[in-house]
Antibody
Framework: QVQLVQSGPEVRQPGASVKVSCKPS????????IHWMRQAPGQGLEWMGW????????HYAQKFRAWVTMTRDTSISTAYLEVNNLKSDDTATYYC???????????WGQGTLVAVSS | QSALTQPASVSGSPGRSITISCTGT?????????VSWYQQHPGKAPKLIIY???KRPSGVSNRFSGSKSGNTASLTVSGLQGEDEADYYC?????????FGGGTTLTVL
Protein backbone atom coordinates (compact mmCIF):
# COMPACT_ATOMS: atom_id res chain seq x y z
CA GLN A 1 0.00 0.00 0.00
CA VAL A 2 1.05 3.59 -0.50
CA GLN A 3 2.97 5.14 2.39
CA LEU A 4 5.01 8.29 2.84
CA VAL A 5 7.46 8.01 5.73
CA GLN A 6 9.10 11.16 7.05
CA SER A 7 12.20 11.66 9.14
CA GLY A 8 12.02 12.18 12.89
CA PRO A 9 11.59 15.31 15.02
CA GLU A 10 14.26 17.99 14.99
CA VAL A 11 15.32 20.77 17.34
CA ARG A 12 17.27 23.71 15.97
CA GLN A 13 18.50 27.07 17.18
CA PRO A 14 17.42 30.27 15.43
CA GLY A 15 19.45 30.90 12.30
CA ALA A 16 20.16 27.22 11.69
CA SER A 17 18.87 25.01 8.87
CA VAL A 18 16.93 21.77 8.87
CA LYS A 19 16.43 19.12 6.20
CA VAL A 20 13.35 16.89 6.42
CA SER A 21 13.06 13.74 4.32
CA CYS A 22 10.00 12.03 2.85
CA LYS A 23 10.29 8.50 1.48
CA PRO A 24 7.28 7.22 -0.44
CA SER A 25 6.67 3.53 -1.04
CA UNK A 26 4.01 1.47 -2.78
CA UNK A 27 4.17 3.35 -6.06
CA UNK A 28 6.71 4.67 -8.57
CA UNK A 29 8.35 7.71 -6.96
CA UNK A 30 8.55 9.69 -10.21
CA UNK A 31 4.88 9.25 -11.13
CA UNK A 32 3.46 11.94 -8.84
CA UNK A 33 4.43 15.35 -7.55
CA ILE A 34 5.30 15.73 -3.87
CA HIS A 35 3.93 18.75 -2.02
CA TRP A 36 5.00 20.12 1.33
CA MET A 37 2.74 21.76 3.90
CA ARG A 38 3.32 22.95 7.42
CA GLN A 39 1.16 23.43 10.48
CA ALA A 40 2.23 25.61 13.39
CA PRO A 41 1.01 24.50 16.83
CA GLY A 42 -2.73 25.10 17.10
CA GLN A 43 -2.86 26.63 13.62
CA GLY A 44 -4.08 25.62 10.18
CA LEU A 45 -2.38 24.00 7.22
CA GLU A 46 -0.14 26.16 5.06
CA TRP A 47 0.92 25.13 1.55
CA MET A 48 4.65 25.57 0.94
CA GLY A 49 5.29 24.28 -2.58
CA TRP A 50 5.79 21.29 -4.83
CA UNK A 51 8.52 19.12 -6.24
CA UNK A 52 8.48 17.28 -9.55
CA UNK A 53 10.39 14.08 -8.75
CA UNK A 54 11.03 13.36 -12.42
CA UNK A 55 12.75 16.60 -13.37
CA UNK A 56 13.70 17.90 -9.95
CA UNK A 57 11.86 21.11 -10.75
CA UNK A 58 10.06 22.90 -7.94
CA HIS A 59 7.72 25.79 -7.24
CA TYR A 60 7.28 27.57 -3.93
CA ALA A 61 4.61 29.70 -2.38
CA GLN A 62 5.76 33.30 -2.57
CA LYS A 63 6.13 33.48 1.21
CA PHE A 64 8.74 30.69 1.25
CA ARG A 65 10.79 31.39 -1.88
CA ALA A 66 13.66 33.08 -0.08
CA TRP A 67 14.51 30.36 2.40
CA VAL A 68 13.05 26.98 1.40
CA THR A 69 14.44 24.38 -1.03
CA MET A 70 12.80 21.16 -2.22
CA THR A 71 14.99 18.48 -3.74
CA ARG A 72 14.99 14.76 -4.39
CA ASP A 73 17.29 11.80 -4.75
CA THR A 74 15.80 9.42 -7.28
CA SER A 75 18.37 6.71 -6.47
CA ILE A 76 16.72 6.24 -3.07
CA SER A 77 13.25 7.54 -3.98
CA THR A 78 13.34 10.26 -1.35
CA ALA A 79 12.17 13.87 -1.35
CA TYR A 80 13.66 16.56 0.87
CA LEU A 81 12.56 19.89 2.31
CA GLU A 82 15.29 22.21 3.53
CA VAL A 83 14.39 25.30 5.54
CA ASN A 84 17.17 27.83 6.11
CA ASN A 85 17.66 30.67 8.58
CA LEU A 86 15.08 29.23 10.96
CA LYS A 87 13.08 31.55 13.19
CA SER A 88 10.92 30.69 16.19
CA ASP A 89 7.76 31.02 14.09
CA ASP A 90 9.03 28.23 11.83
CA THR A 91 8.24 25.87 14.69
CA ALA A 92 5.70 23.56 13.10
CA THR A 93 4.87 20.09 11.93
CA TYR A 94 5.96 19.70 8.34
CA TYR A 95 4.03 17.29 6.10
CA CYS A 96 4.76 15.84 2.70
CA UNK A 97 1.90 14.58 0.56
CA UNK A 98 1.39 12.90 -2.79
CA UNK A 99 -0.64 14.94 -5.25
CA UNK A 100 -2.83 13.16 -7.75
CA UNK A 101 -3.53 14.58 -11.19
CA UNK A 102 -6.05 17.17 -10.24
CA UNK A 103 -4.72 18.91 -7.24
CA UNK A 104 -5.62 16.76 -4.26
CA UNK A 105 -3.57 14.83 -1.75
CA UNK A 106 -4.53 11.21 -1.31
CA UNK A 107 -1.65 10.16 0.93
CA TRP A 108 0.25 12.13 3.54
CA GLY A 109 3.38 11.56 5.56
CA GLN A 110 3.06 11.25 9.31
CA GLY A 111 4.52 14.72 9.83
CA THR A 112 7.85 15.93 11.20
CA LEU A 113 7.94 18.32 14.14
CA VAL A 114 10.62 20.97 13.82
CA ALA A 115 11.13 23.03 16.96
CA VAL A 116 13.15 26.24 16.80
CA SER A 117 14.36 27.42 20.15
CA SER A 118 17.41 29.02 21.68
CA GLN B 1 -2.34 33.94 -2.66
CA SER B 2 -4.55 34.56 0.38
CA ALA B 3 -5.99 31.72 2.43
CA LEU B 4 -9.50 30.57 1.66
CA THR B 5 -12.09 31.72 4.21
CA GLN B 6 -13.73 29.15 6.47
CA PRO B 7 -15.74 29.64 9.67
CA ALA B 8 -13.57 29.01 12.70
CA SER B 9 -16.06 26.61 14.26
CA VAL B 10 -19.36 24.86 13.70
CA SER B 11 -21.34 22.55 15.92
CA GLY B 12 -24.26 20.19 15.67
CA SER B 13 -26.10 17.50 17.55
CA PRO B 14 -25.72 13.80 16.77
CA GLY B 15 -27.85 12.82 13.79
CA ARG B 16 -28.16 16.37 12.47
CA SER B 17 -26.37 17.97 9.52
CA ILE B 18 -23.87 20.81 9.29
CA THR B 19 -22.34 22.67 6.39
CA ILE B 20 -18.90 24.28 6.29
CA SER B 21 -18.28 27.00 3.71
CA CYS B 22 -14.99 27.78 1.97
CA THR B 23 -14.81 31.08 0.14
CA GLY B 24 -12.07 31.93 -2.34
CA THR B 25 -11.69 34.09 -5.40
CA UNK B 26 -11.90 33.98 -9.17
CA UNK B 27 -8.25 32.91 -9.12
CA UNK B 28 -8.82 29.68 -7.20
CA UNK B 29 -12.19 28.23 -6.15
CA UNK B 30 -14.11 30.13 -8.80
CA UNK B 31 -11.86 29.08 -11.68
CA UNK B 32 -11.42 25.35 -11.10
CA UNK B 33 -13.58 22.43 -10.03
CA UNK B 34 -10.57 21.26 -8.05
CA VAL B 35 -11.53 21.81 -4.44
CA SER B 36 -10.69 19.13 -1.91
CA TRP B 37 -11.53 18.69 1.76
CA TYR B 38 -9.50 17.13 4.54
CA GLN B 39 -10.41 15.88 7.99
CA GLN B 40 -7.80 16.11 10.74
CA HIS B 41 -8.06 14.61 14.20
CA PRO B 42 -5.73 15.89 16.94
CA GLY B 43 -2.16 14.71 16.50
CA LYS B 44 -2.91 13.03 13.18
CA ALA B 45 -2.12 13.79 9.55
CA PRO B 46 -4.96 15.17 7.43
CA LYS B 47 -7.18 12.67 5.62
CA LEU B 48 -8.76 13.28 2.21
CA ILE B 49 -12.57 13.14 2.35
CA ILE B 50 -13.70 15.02 -0.79
CA TYR B 51 -11.88 15.77 -4.04
CA UNK B 52 -12.80 17.54 -7.27
CA UNK B 53 -15.58 19.36 -5.37
CA UNK B 54 -18.00 16.42 -5.06
CA LYS B 55 -16.13 13.10 -5.25
CA ARG B 56 -15.52 10.80 -2.30
CA PRO B 57 -12.51 8.50 -2.05
CA SER B 58 -13.15 4.83 -1.53
CA GLY B 59 -13.84 4.13 2.12
CA VAL B 60 -15.11 7.59 3.03
CA SER B 61 -18.61 7.66 4.43
CA ASN B 62 -21.38 8.90 2.14
CA ARG B 63 -22.42 11.17 5.01
CA PHE B 64 -19.79 13.55 3.62
CA SER B 65 -20.71 15.52 0.50
CA GLY B 66 -19.32 18.52 -1.33
CA SER B 67 -20.63 21.24 -3.61
CA LYS B 68 -19.60 24.55 -5.13
CA SER B 69 -21.28 27.73 -6.29
CA GLY B 70 -19.23 30.54 -7.73
CA ASN B 71 -16.29 31.30 -5.46
CA THR B 72 -17.65 29.29 -2.52
CA ALA B 73 -17.31 25.56 -1.92
CA SER B 74 -19.16 23.73 0.81
CA LEU B 75 -18.79 20.53 2.80
CA THR B 76 -21.90 18.96 4.31
CA VAL B 77 -21.74 16.32 7.02
CA SER B 78 -25.05 14.58 7.56
CA GLY B 79 -26.09 12.22 10.32
CA LEU B 80 -23.45 13.64 12.66
CA GLN B 81 -21.54 11.15 14.75
CA GLY B 82 -19.09 11.65 17.56
CA GLU B 83 -16.20 10.49 15.38
CA ASP B 84 -16.85 13.43 13.04
CA GLU B 85 -15.54 15.82 15.69
CA ALA B 86 -12.33 17.10 14.07
CA ASP B 87 -10.80 19.98 12.14
CA TYR B 88 -11.75 20.35 8.49
CA TYR B 89 -9.75 22.10 5.79
CA CYS B 90 -10.61 23.01 2.23
CA UNK B 91 -7.93 23.32 -0.43
CA UNK B 92 -8.10 24.72 -3.95
CA UNK B 93 -5.99 24.35 -7.04
CA UNK B 94 -4.77 27.80 -8.20
CA UNK B 95 -2.60 27.17 -11.20
CA UNK B 96 0.97 26.57 -10.06
CA UNK B 97 -0.10 27.29 -6.48
CA UNK B 98 -2.43 25.61 -4.02
CA UNK B 99 -4.26 27.36 -1.22
CA PHE B 100 -5.81 26.05 1.99
CA GLY B 101 -8.60 27.43 4.10
CA GLY B 102 -7.93 28.44 7.67
CA GLY B 103 -9.72 25.39 9.01
CA THR B 104 -13.00 24.76 10.82
CA THR B 105 -13.40 22.92 14.11
CA LEU B 106 -16.50 20.73 14.15
CA THR B 107 -17.94 20.00 17.57
CA VAL B 108 -20.57 17.31 17.97
CA LEU B 109 -22.69 18.39 20.92
Amino acid sequence: QVQLVQSGPEVRQPGASVKVSCKPSGYTFTDYYIHWMRQAPGQGLEWMGWLNPTSGGSHYAQKFRAWVTMTRDTSISTAYLEVNNLKSDDTATYYCARELNSGFYDHWGQGTLVAVSS
Amino acid sequence: QSALTQPASVSGSPGRSITISCTGTNSDVGSYDLVSWYQQHPGKAPKLIIYEVTKRPSGVSNRFSGSKSGNTASLTVSGLQGEDEADYYCCSYAGRDRVFGGGTTLTVL
